[in-house]
């Protein structure tokens, strides 16, 4: 078992939900102090829980939600009560996602000093129209004073997130989004598809026909122009929808991509042992209640079979540049992959072995290999959901 684990805090607050926010939050605020009580009484008893009790913690997320919401006392009070129950030594990467519409200068000061060292932003567009479709708080100016102000406090680790496939969105106004941020130089940047969540506000409006839904040729164009502007800018895509400087890969994410195990902690979040994945149950007040009682909040958990393994194994490794470990799936499938698959990797037009991972294959073929992985290609990238499935048939 790797000897580093990771550990997540779902803060479940928002000034207001998004149209097309699938993940568990609420606007109420009145419930925040119950909520840290009953966060810290989780804490303590993960504390004598192994893996976690052992391992050494190295990187800490504060997701959402909106931990940008929190209060500089509130954050710092976090950090101190991870540190007195968890052995978090070393270069610890400390993240949390800011919105644009709650950052102010004194808060991001405060975060720095408390113990935070790197800020997502979740700018989305940096056009106005663009933001109101997706009813976000903030406009295109505040993204951009976000970002400034992020690097006038002090952080020297700055990443942001951007949106393409928006309602009404055009290749000429995702290359202007993708400009400023390149203009602004985050040493992180996400690019991610919209997705949309049929029960949610956005995917109503579709389904009624008051948004159109973008169209499935220019969200993969889109999608190659990100690549294409941020790599001539120096990122690095080192994952499906991810892109960094030298250096600033993100040390959290890749904990899970890596298949390390990691501690969810809050009401809605996911944990995994290595062995056994649980999440706890997404409402503020249940969460609450279960504390109160000195139980656990699980919703559910569940012990992962060899098949599922596997599969992880390809969905996993397919996201990243690094590809899927052959070596690893042989120990966990016993069997080289390679051979029983290459039925379906014939199927799917063969390997291009000349051809670096994530990268343009001349022969238009969708997987490389390449130091014992196999990758995918930048073709292989726009059929990623495609080849998994071809390739878990093989399981």
Known sequence: ?????????????????????????????????????????????????PPFALDTINTIYLGGGTPSLLAPEEALLLLNHLKWNFHITGRVEVSFEANPGTVLQTNLYSFLKAGFNRITIGVQSFHDGELAVLTRIHNGEEAINAVRLARKAGFENIGIDLIF???????????????????????????????????????????????????????????????????????EHYEISNLALQGYRSRHNQKYW?????????????????IQRWWNCANVEQYCQYLDEDLLPFEKKEQLSIEQKCQELILLGLRRKEGIDLQQWSQVASGDLLTSAEPVIKELGGLDTRTLPFKNSKHNRLLTVLHKRLCLTRQGLLLYDTVCEKLAQVI
């Open 165 to 235: 496939g928006i309602p009404g969105q055009t290749p000429a106004s995702w290359r202007e989004s993708l400009q400023r941020a390149v203009d602004l130089r985050p040493h992180h940047i996400s690019m991610y598809g919209l997705t949309i969540e049929p029960h949610t506000p956005l995917g109503l409006a579709i389904k009624s026909r008051q948004l159109s839904r973008c169209d499935e040729e220019l969200e993969r164009d889109m999608y190659l122009k990100g690549i294409e502007v941020l790599e001539s800018a120096g990122y």
């Open 1 to 49: 078992m790797p000897d580093s684990s990771a550990l997540y805090i779902h803060v479940p607050y928002c000034k207001r939900k998004c149209n097309y926010c699938d993940f568990y939050s609420v606007t109420e605020l009145d419930s925040k102090k119950r909520y840290f009580d009953a966060l810290n009484k989780e804490i303590s008893l993960y504390s004598n829980k």
């Open 258 to 274: 890596n298949g390390n195990p990691y501690l969810g902690l809050g009401p809605a979040a996911h944990s995994f042992n290595g």
